[in-house]
Structure formats: C-alpha cells, structure tokens
C-alpha cells in the first residue's frame, strides 16, 4: 500500500469513541466493509476524559457518603477518603490512557483502524493524515459517519491561556489533588467535578452564572446538590460571573463581577461544549465548519444522501448512551440503504430511527445526592403545550429508602399528562437513585397508561416503592 492509493470501503467512520465504535460493530455485522479513523485514542472522550473516569472519581465519594448514612458503619467511614488510590483506581479504569484493549476490539469486529487527522475531501472521500506525515485516502460506496464528539469551550477572557485553565479532560485526569479548586459553571461537569475534588480534599469554590445548579432539571433537583455541597464544605455561589482571571507567582486569582477576589491553586471551566467539525472538511461537502449538523432519525445529514453525524456532532442529547442508541439506529439504516431495503417505515423495533432522542431521554448526575431525569420537566411539558399535572413526593416515604440511608432526603416528581394519561417526564434527586431511572426510561419510552403502572408493583421493601407513593398521590388529589 502506497501513500497516494486510495482505499475503498462500504463504511468509513470518523472517530472511534463509543459512538463511531457501533456504528462500525453494526455495519460490520450486517457485512459491509468498515474503515475507522482516529486521531487519539480508539475509546474516546467518554473512555479517557468523561464518563469512565469522573465515575472512578465519584464512586468513592459516594460510597463514603452513603456509608456515613447508615447506622453501625458511619463511625467507621469519617475519615478522609485516600486520594492516592483513588487516583490509582482511576488510572487504572483508564488504561493509564492507552487504548490498546480498545483497538484490538475494534480490529476483532473486522473495522481497519487508521490512525491520524481524517478529514471529508469531497463526497464520499476522507484523507487520513498520519503522525509522520504520510497521507491514505479512503472512498466509501455507502456512507462516512461523523463521529467526532464535542470539546470543552472556555470563556473570552483575556489572558486566560496563560493561567492554564483547567477544563472536564483536566478535571478527570489530574494526577494531585489541588489545595483550592474554583469551578466556573453550573451544569453536570461543574456540579460531579465540584463534589468529587471537595471529597478528595480540595476546598471547592463554584462559581454559578445562573439561580442554580443543573438547570436542565427541575429546579428541586439542583437545590438538593447544592445544598449538599455546602454541608460538605464547598462553597457555593449563584448569581456570579467571572470578571478576569489571572495567575499571580502560581496562585490563580478570580475577580468575580462584584469584585470580590477569589484565590485557588486551580481553576475549572465548565461552560460548555462545541462540536469538534472545525478541521474535518465540512467546507469540501457543502457544510459549515465548526458547526453542529442537523440530522433525520436515522442521523443522515440534511440533504445529504451518504453523510451521517452521530453523537455529540448532531446536538441531540450530547450524552454517551444516546449516541450510542443513535450509532446503532445509523448502523442499521446505513445497511439497509446499502441493500435497497426502505427504511424509516413502522417495524417491531423501529431501528432505523431514533425516536427516544425526541421524548425519553435519561440522564444521571453523580453527585450527592444523585439527580436522574428522563423525559421532559414540568416547564418544558408546559411550554411544549401538554396539558400537565406534576406529582410530587417524598423519596423517604418509601419503605426501602430509610433503610438505604438513615435520615434519607430526595424527591420524586412524575409529570402526567392529563389528556392521555401517560408520562411526559420523571425526576428523582436522593442517593442511590440513578438504578431508579431506568424505570421510569421504560415508562416514558413506552408511553405505559398510568392505569398499567398502578399493576408494577414495586419490590419491598426497596426505594423504588416511590413509585406506588407517586401513583397513590395521583390518585387521591
């Protein structure tokens, strides 16, 4: 194989983070041959920077938490956590970043990896750019998949570069615990990075733009994380910008927009994401550079015929497991128009579209307490014009929940719609709640009537008899 040939595929997949690696297992599986490209490490964002390693960081904080809860056992657990192996165990859950496990998976469902800068050289072509510089070109009869997820954003802020700001890829793979931490944002990534450093032993600082925390949820949900943050000795501030930032003989210095001065050995931004389309030559296929790409249900780019965007790239839901519902619904539509079969009809499955991206899609924040969320909120159900009635209760009113955690606190709220009498939305915020969500998933997606859920009947005695609580106040008021 020489430089200049150009090697002809069926498939050929941009990224191979959790999203690009199913839509090649699914276009594998149904025989068509798959050219993966990536510039990292084969596993991507959610394997090294995200998911995989904030959970390794979380866990321990929880456990603690909720073995401080439970009688018999909290006197033994009020010590600090042992950061170093905490930081051992994450290492290890990453791989120590090295993705060799990854690419021989990746290899063993018959994808050829090519490592190095892919970008979009026209219809149906992308040129891979190596680390040495050597140049393949790759053709694709059917489809290429852009896979390739989002980065953090971080503020205009003069000088900022220079301060060496923290961003999520920094706040997960940091290998010491800062003394201070100052955490700008008010989302999932600020709200898990500021919990999981306090426990750590960093005296954290998050500085909050908006009212509250997590307010893509209902508004209970972010006030419960908070507060919780402040018992456990961070700080917490809402209503407050950043003005500047400098660093100042190591010590980094915040000069909020009241003009209080902040000091902190780190600071994290956690301000949001942007698509990574900047240099993959959008501009050679009609398509806006750094922009997100509108998709149909099966992730086929608008007026497009061959090009897919999955994931993150397609602003959907910028969550790990639905672009990987999404890669599974694209790896099958991409088969099926390669083999003439219609698609975007009925079928037992519906496998050629993504319709939970549109009403059930769940989210859990590992925090203390756990949020978990699926579906729409109260406002969002309002705004969208359902006739809706929100049903609040209690976590500890079910039986399981003061034997999880003495002194357990969360809430649940299910938003029914009143003209169909189905779910639109639940929420959860309590420890141990995010094994709750799938439940209320499989309510949503299913559009069960809450006629049918009043006969699931709920284990006892466990906390998710919330859910007989939820329906008996429903019922009764």
Same mark, same amino acid.
């Given at each position: 194989?020489?430089?200049?040939?150009?090697?002809?595929?069926?498939?050929?997949?941009?990224?191979?983070?959790?999203?690009?690696?199913?839509?090649?297992?699914?276009?594998?599986?149904?025989?068509? *041959?798959?050219?993966?490209?990536?510039?990292?490490?084969?596993?991507?964002?959610?394997?090294?920077?995200?998911?995989?390693?904030?959970?390794?960081?979380?866990?321990?904080?929880?456990?603690?938490?909720?073995?401080?809860?439970?009688?018999?056992?909290?006197?033994?657990?009020?010590?600090?956590?042992?950061?170093?192996?905490?930081?051992?165990?994450?290492?290890?859950?990453?791989?120590?970043?090295?993705?060799?496990?990854?690419?021989?998976?990746?290899?063993?469902?018959?994808?050829?990896?090519?490592?190095?800068?892919?970008?979009?050289?026209?219809?149906?072509?992308?040129?891979?750019?190596?680390?040495?510089?050597?140049?393949?070109?790759?053709?694709?009869?059917?489809?290429?998949?852009?896979?390739?997820?989002?980065?953090?954003?971080?503020?205009?802020? !003069?000088?900022?570069?220079?301060?060496?700001?923290?961003?999520?890829?920094?706040?997960?793979?940091?290998?010491?615990?800062?003394?201070?931490?100052?955490?700008?944002?008010?989302?999932?990534?600020?709200?898990?990075?500021?919990?999981?450093?306090?426990?750590?032993?960093?005296?954290?600082?998050?500085?909050?733009?908006?009212?509250?925390?997590?307010?893509?949820?209902?508004?209970?949900?972010?006030?419960?994380?908070?507060?919780?943050?402040?018992?456990?000795?961070?700080?917490?501030?809402?209503?407050?910008?950043?003005?500047?930032?400098?660093?100042?003989?190591?010590?980094?210095?915040?000069?909020?927009?009241?003009?209080?001065?902040?000091?902190?050995?780190?600071?994290?931004?956690?301000?949001?994401?942007?698509?990574?389309?900047?240099?993959?030559?959008?501009?050679? #296929?009609?398509?806006?550079?750094?922009?997100?790409?509108? #998709?149909?249900? *099966?992730?086929?780019?608008?007026?497009?015929?061959?090009?897919?965007?999955?994931?993150?790239?397609?602003?959907?839901?910028?969550?790990?497991?639905?672009?990987?519902?999404?890669?599974?619904?694209?790896?099958?539509?991409?088969?099926?128009?390669?083999?003439?079969?219609?698609?975007?009809?009925?079928?037992?499955?519906?496998?050629?579209?993504?319709?939970?991206?549109?009403?059930?899609? !769940?989210?859990?924040?590992?925090?203390?307490?756990?949020?978990?969320?699926?579906?729409?909120?109260?406002?969002?159900?309002?705004?969208?014009?359902?006739?809706?009635?929100?049903?609040?209760?209690?976590?500890?009113?079910?039986?399981?929940?003061?034997?999880?955690?003495?002194?357990?606190?969360?809430?649940?709220?299910?938003?029914?719609?009143?003209?169909?009498?189905?779910?639109?939305?639940?929420?959860?915020?309590?420890?141990?709640?995010?094994?709750?969500?799938?439940?209320?998933?499989?309510?949503?997606?299913?559009?069960?009537?809450?006629?049918?859920?009043?006969?699931?009947?709920?284990?006892?005695?466990?906390?998710?008899?919330?859910?007989?609580?939820?329906?008996?106040?429903?019922?009764?008021?």
């Amino acid at each position: 194989m020489t430089e200049s040939e150009t090697i002809a595929y069926d498939v050929v997949v941009l990224g191979a983070g959790p999203v690009g690696e199913n839509v090649a297992d699914r276009t594998r599986a149904a025989g068509l *041959s798959t050219a993966v490209v990536e510039r990292e490490l084969v596993g991507g964002e959610c394997s090294y920077w995200a998911c995989i390693p904030s959970k390794a960081l979380l866990r321990p904080a929880l456990a603690r938490a909720d073995a401080r809860r439970v009688p018999g056992l909290r006197q033994m657990v009020q010590g600090p956590l042992d950061a170093a192996e905490v930081l051992a165990h994450r290492n290890y859950y990453t791989s120590d970043w090295h993705d060799d496990g990854a690419a021989q998976w990746l290899v063993g469902v018959g994808a050829d990896l090519y490592r190095g800068q892919g970008r979009l050289d026209g219809p149906r072509t992308v040129t891979v750019t190596g680390s040495d510089g050597g140049r393949k070109v790759l053709t694709a009869r059917h489809a290429v998949a852009v896979c390739t997820g989002t980065d953090a954003v971080l503020p205009d802020l !003069p000088g900022l570069a220079e301060v060496g700001p923290w961003t999520s890829r920094d706040a997960t793979s940091a290998q010491e615990v800062p003394g201070r931490l100052v955490v700008v944002g008010g989302g999932v990534v600020a709200a898990e990075m500021a919990t999981a450093w306090q426990a750590l032993g960093s005296k954290v600082t998050l500085l909050v733009r908006g009212k509250g925390l997590l307010n893509r949820m209902e508004p209970f949900a972010g006030e419960f994380v908070a507060e919780a943050l402040i018992e456990a000795g961070a700080d917490v501030r809402t209503g407050t910008s950043v003005e500047s930032v400098t660093r100042e003989n190591g010590t980094v210095v915040v000069v909020t927009d009241t003009g209080e001065r902040i000091e902190a050995d780190e600071i994290l931004f956690a301000t949001g994401r942007k698509p990574r389309t900047e240099d993959i030559g959008l501009d050679t #296929v009609g398509q806006k550079p750094g922009g997100w790409l509108p #998709v149909d249900d *099966s992730m086929l780019v608008s007026g497009s015929d061959w090009l897919y965007a999955v994931g993150d790239v397609n602003h959907r839901a910028l969550l790990t497991h639905q672009g990987k519902y999404q890669a599974r619904i694209a790896g099958a539509a991409i088969a099926a128009r390669a083999s003439g079969v219609p698609i975007l009809e009925s079928d037992a499955w519906g496998a050629h579209a993504a319709t939970a991206d549109h009403h059930a899609v !769940p989210q859990v924040v590992f925090t203390d307490p756990e949020a978990a969320a699926v579906g729409l909120s109260l406002a969002e159900a309002e705004q969208a014009g359902y006739r809706v009635r929100a049903v609040d209760v209690d976590m500890a009113s079910a039986a399981g929940a003061g034997l999880y955690a003495d002194g357990y606190r969360g809430r649940a709220r299910m938003i029914v719609d009143m003209n169909e009498e189905i779910l639109r939305g639940v929420t959860f915020v309590g420890p141990g709640v995010s094994e709750l969500i799938h439940s209320a998933t499989v309510a949503v997606a299913g559009q069960v009537p809450i006629s049918r859920l009043w006969h699931a009947v709920p284990s006892f005695p466990t906390i998710s008899e919330v859910w007989l609580r939820l329906l008996e106040t429903y019922r009764d008021n």
